[in-house]
Protein backbone atom coordinates (compact mmCIF):
# COMPACT_ATOMS: atom_id res chain seq x y z
CA UNK A 1 0.00 0.00 0.00
CA UNK A 2 0.82 3.26 -0.92
CA UNK A 3 0.60 6.23 1.45
CA UNK A 4 0.80 9.70 -0.22
CA UNK A 5 1.80 13.01 1.00
CA UNK A 6 -1.85 13.13 2.84
CA UNK A 7 -0.29 10.71 5.42
CA UNK A 8 3.26 12.23 6.08
CA UNK A 9 2.16 15.49 6.47
CA UNK A 10 -0.44 14.64 9.31
CA UNK A 11 2.33 11.96 10.37
CA UNK A 12 4.08 14.93 10.78
CA UNK A 13 1.92 17.38 12.78
CA UNK A 14 -0.45 15.21 15.32
CA UNK A 15 2.92 14.27 17.03
CA UNK A 16 4.00 17.47 18.32
CA UNK A 17 6.72 17.60 21.03
CA UNK A 18 4.82 17.91 24.67
CA UNK A 19 5.46 21.43 26.06
CA UNK A 20 6.61 21.79 29.46
CA UNK A 21 4.83 22.70 32.05
CA UNK A 22 7.35 25.02 33.40
CA UNK A 23 7.47 28.96 32.72
CA UNK A 24 10.94 29.24 32.34
CA UNK A 25 13.23 27.24 30.47
CA UNK A 26 16.53 25.46 32.57
CA UNK A 27 19.66 26.91 31.93
CA UNK A 28 22.32 25.39 29.93
CA UNK A 29 24.05 23.92 32.98
CA UNK A 30 21.29 22.93 34.41
CA UNK A 31 20.17 21.23 31.41
CA UNK A 32 23.46 19.55 30.87
CA UNK A 33 23.04 17.80 34.78
CA UNK A 34 19.44 16.60 33.99
CA UNK A 35 21.06 14.77 30.43
CA UNK A 36 23.84 13.72 32.25
CA UNK A 37 21.45 11.78 35.27
CA UNK A 38 19.55 10.27 31.98
CA UNK A 39 22.36 8.68 31.00
CA UNK A 40 22.33 11.36 27.71
CA UNK A 41 24.99 14.18 28.56
CA UNK A 42 25.97 15.86 25.80
CA UNK A 43 29.29 16.15 24.52
CA UNK A 44 29.46 19.84 24.97
CA UNK A 45 33.33 20.05 22.72
CA UNK A 46 31.25 19.15 19.76
CA UNK A 47 29.08 22.37 20.01
CA UNK A 48 31.15 23.72 16.79
CA UNK A 49 31.53 20.70 15.00
CA UNK A 50 29.51 19.49 12.61
CA UNK A 51 28.87 16.07 11.60
CA UNK A 52 31.14 13.77 12.90
CA UNK A 53 33.74 11.11 11.38
CA UNK A 54 32.58 7.97 13.31
CA UNK A 55 32.73 4.65 11.96
CA UNK A 56 30.32 2.91 14.03
CA UNK A 57 27.47 1.83 11.92
CA UNK A 58 24.53 4.41 12.15
CA UNK A 59 20.64 4.43 11.71
CA UNK A 60 21.52 7.63 9.58
CA UNK A 61 24.10 8.42 6.48
CA UNK A 62 26.39 11.09 7.07
CA UNK A 63 24.97 12.60 3.50
CA UNK A 64 21.81 12.63 5.70
CA UNK A 65 22.84 13.91 8.73
CA UNK A 66 24.50 16.63 6.78
CA UNK A 67 21.06 17.33 5.07
CA UNK A 68 19.56 17.65 8.56
CA UNK A 69 21.86 19.97 9.94
CA UNK A 70 22.53 22.17 7.27
CA UNK A 71 18.50 22.15 6.73
CA UNK A 72 17.50 23.33 10.63
CA UNK A 73 20.86 26.11 9.93
CA UNK A 74 19.32 27.53 7.24
CA UNK A 75 15.38 27.67 8.80
CA UNK A 76 16.79 29.01 11.77
CA UNK A 77 19.15 31.83 10.13
CA UNK A 78 15.92 33.09 7.96
CA UNK A 79 13.50 33.46 10.91
CA UNK A 80 10.72 36.09 11.10
CA UNK A 81 10.90 38.55 12.21
CA UNK A 82 14.15 38.25 12.97
CA UNK A 83 16.20 36.67 15.45
CA UNK A 84 18.72 38.41 18.08
CA UNK A 85 19.96 35.75 19.90
CA UNK A 86 19.55 32.48 17.67
CA UNK A 87 22.16 30.41 18.40
CA UNK A 88 24.00 27.70 15.36
CA UNK A 89 23.29 24.38 15.84
CA UNK A 90 25.60 21.30 15.74
CA UNK A 91 25.14 17.48 15.65
CA UNK A 92 25.39 15.63 18.80
CA UNK A 93 26.28 11.84 18.92
CA UNK A 94 24.72 10.99 22.42
CA UNK A 95 21.39 13.06 21.31
CA UNK A 96 21.91 10.78 18.10
CA UNK A 97 22.30 7.83 19.69
CA UNK A 98 18.88 8.04 21.67
CA UNK A 99 17.05 8.58 18.73
CA UNK A 100 18.34 5.66 17.19
CA UNK A 101 17.71 3.63 20.15
CA UNK A 102 13.77 4.70 20.58
CA UNK A 103 13.83 4.43 16.64
CA UNK A 104 14.95 1.04 16.44
CA UNK A 105 11.40 0.15 18.66
CA UNK A 106 9.55 1.48 15.73
CA UNK A 107 6.78 3.07 18.02
CA UNK A 108 4.58 5.86 16.29
CA UNK A 109 4.78 7.73 20.13
CA UNK A 110 7.15 9.75 21.76
CA UNK A 111 9.80 8.66 24.27
CA UNK A 112 11.13 7.12 25.99
CA UNK A 113 9.02 8.66 28.70
CA UNK A 114 11.99 9.15 31.39
CA UNK A 115 14.37 11.39 29.26
CA UNK A 116 11.53 13.09 27.82
CA UNK A 117 11.52 15.46 30.14
CA UNK A 118 15.21 16.50 29.61
CA UNK A 119 14.99 16.96 25.66
CA UNK A 120 12.42 18.01 22.80
CA UNK A 121 11.74 15.43 20.42
CA UNK A 122 10.27 15.50 16.38
CA UNK A 123 9.12 12.37 15.03
CA UNK A 124 7.43 12.33 11.02
CA UNK A 125 7.26 9.31 9.15
CA UNK A 126 5.95 8.02 5.65
CA UNK A 127 4.77 5.26 3.66
CA UNK A 128 6.15 3.29 0.77
CA UNK A 129 9.39 4.23 -1.29
CA UNK A 130 11.93 6.21 0.60
CA UNK A 131 12.70 9.42 -1.34
CA UNK A 132 14.75 12.33 0.97
CA UNK A 133 15.03 12.97 4.63
CA UNK A 134 14.25 16.88 3.74
CA UNK A 135 10.60 15.65 2.52
CA UNK A 136 10.03 14.35 6.12
CA UNK A 137 10.62 17.55 7.85
CA UNK A 138 9.57 19.91 5.36
CA UNK A 139 6.23 19.80 7.21
CA UNK A 140 7.54 21.05 10.33
CA UNK A 141 9.08 24.21 8.71
CA UNK A 142 5.86 24.66 7.31
CA UNK A 143 4.36 25.16 10.38
CA UNK A 144 5.41 28.65 10.10
CA UNK A 145 2.62 29.51 8.38
CA UNK A 146 0.54 28.96 11.31
CA UNK A 147 2.79 30.45 13.81
CA UNK A 148 2.81 34.28 14.71
CA UNK A 149 5.65 35.57 17.29
CA UNK A 150 5.94 35.13 19.98
CA UNK A 151 3.85 32.38 20.57
CA UNK A 152 0.16 32.26 19.04
CA UNK A 153 -0.84 28.96 16.81
CA UNK A 154 -3.44 29.40 14.31
CA UNK A 155 -3.15 25.73 12.85
CA UNK A 156 -3.52 22.26 14.19
CA UNK A 157 0.31 22.57 16.00
CA UNK A 158 3.33 24.71 15.26
CA UNK A 159 5.76 23.01 17.85
CA UNK A 160 7.51 21.32 15.68
CA UNK A 161 8.41 25.11 14.01
CA UNK A 162 9.24 25.95 17.27
CA UNK A 163 11.44 23.35 18.37
CA UNK A 164 13.55 24.04 15.29
CA UNK A 165 13.79 27.47 15.58
CA UNK A 166 14.24 27.44 19.36
CA UNK A 167 17.35 30.04 20.20
CA UNK A 168 19.20 27.95 22.80
CA UNK A 169 18.49 24.56 21.36
CA UNK A 170 21.96 24.24 19.77
CA UNK A 171 22.33 20.62 19.47
CA UNK A 172 20.93 18.00 17.46
CA UNK A 173 20.94 13.86 16.97
CA UNK A 174 18.55 12.26 14.55
CA UNK A 175 17.85 8.83 13.92
CA UNK A 176 15.67 7.34 10.44
CA UNK A 177 14.82 3.13 10.42
CA UNK A 178 12.78 1.43 8.40
CA UNK A 179 9.80 -0.42 10.37
CA UNK A 180 7.33 -3.28 8.70
CA UNK A 181 4.27 -3.51 9.88
CA UNK A 182 4.37 -0.36 12.01
CA UNK A 183 0.86 0.61 14.02
CA UNK A 184 -0.09 4.25 12.82
CA UNK A 185 -3.31 5.87 12.94
CA UNK A 186 -4.99 2.88 14.13
CA UNK A 187 -3.88 0.94 10.88
CA UNK A 188 -0.89 -1.23 10.22
CA UNK A 189 1.45 0.11 7.69
CA UNK A 190 3.52 -2.57 6.06
CA UNK A 191 6.50 -0.61 5.33
CA UNK A 192 7.12 2.94 6.75
CA UNK A 193 9.99 5.28 7.19
CA UNK A 194 10.28 6.49 10.91
CA UNK A 195 12.54 9.80 11.44
CA UNK A 196 13.62 11.02 15.24
CA UNK A 197 15.14 13.77 16.19
CA UNK A 198 16.29 14.82 19.44
CA UNK A 199 16.79 18.53 20.86
CA UNK A 200 18.82 20.17 23.64
CA UNK A 201 18.19 22.51 25.10
CA UNK A 202 14.66 21.14 25.13
CA UNK A 203 12.34 24.06 23.97
CA UNK A 204 8.95 24.49 23.56
CA UNK A 205 8.12 26.06 26.91
CA UNK A 206 5.05 27.13 27.97
CA UNK A 207 4.12 31.20 27.16
CA UNK A 208 7.92 31.32 26.07
CA UNK A 209 8.97 32.92 22.68
CA UNK A 210 11.16 30.55 20.43
CA UNK A 211 13.55 33.84 20.60
CA UNK A 212 14.51 37.11 21.39
CA UNK A 213 13.96 39.46 17.92
CA UNK A 214 16.29 42.07 17.14
CA UNK A 215 19.47 42.55 14.85
CA UNK A 216 20.76 39.17 14.30
CA UNK A 217 23.10 38.05 17.13
CA UNK A 218 22.63 41.29 18.98
CA UNK A 219 21.64 39.27 21.50
CA UNK A 220 24.20 36.33 21.61
CA UNK A 221 25.11 34.52 25.25
CA UNK A 222 28.65 35.65 25.89
CA UNK A 223 29.63 32.26 25.50
CA UNK A 224 30.00 32.65 21.97
CA UNK A 225 31.96 35.93 21.89
CA UNK A 226 30.19 38.31 19.76
CA UNK A 227 30.64 36.05 16.87
CA UNK A 228 28.33 35.86 14.34
CA UNK A 229 28.06 33.20 11.14
CA UNK A 230 24.83 33.43 9.14
CA UNK A 231 22.91 34.96 11.60
CA UNK A 232 23.62 32.92 14.28
CA UNK A 233 26.15 33.40 17.59
CA UNK A 234 28.64 31.02 16.71
CA UNK A 235 31.91 30.73 17.95
CA UNK A 236 34.91 30.80 15.49
CA UNK A 237 37.12 27.69 17.29
CA UNK A 238 35.78 24.20 18.89
CA UNK A 239 36.33 24.13 22.59
CA UNK A 240 38.64 21.11 22.30
CA UNK A 241 39.10 18.51 19.95
CA UNK A 242 36.43 16.31 20.34
CA UNK A 243 38.91 13.26 18.05
Request: hydrophobic share 35%.
Amino acid sequence: MRVGYTHLFLAAILWATPCSTAAVAPSDSAELTLLSSAGLEPELNLRNSSVPRSRRKRYISTKDMTALLDYHNRVRSQVFPPAANMEYMVWDERLAKSAESWASQCIWDHGPPHVMKYMGQNLSISSGRYRSVIELVRSWHEERYSFSYPNRCTGSVCSHYTQMVWASTNRIGCAINRCSNMYVFGSTWKQATLLVCNYSIKGNWVGEAPYKTGKPCSACPSVYGGSCNKNQCSTSKPRKKWF
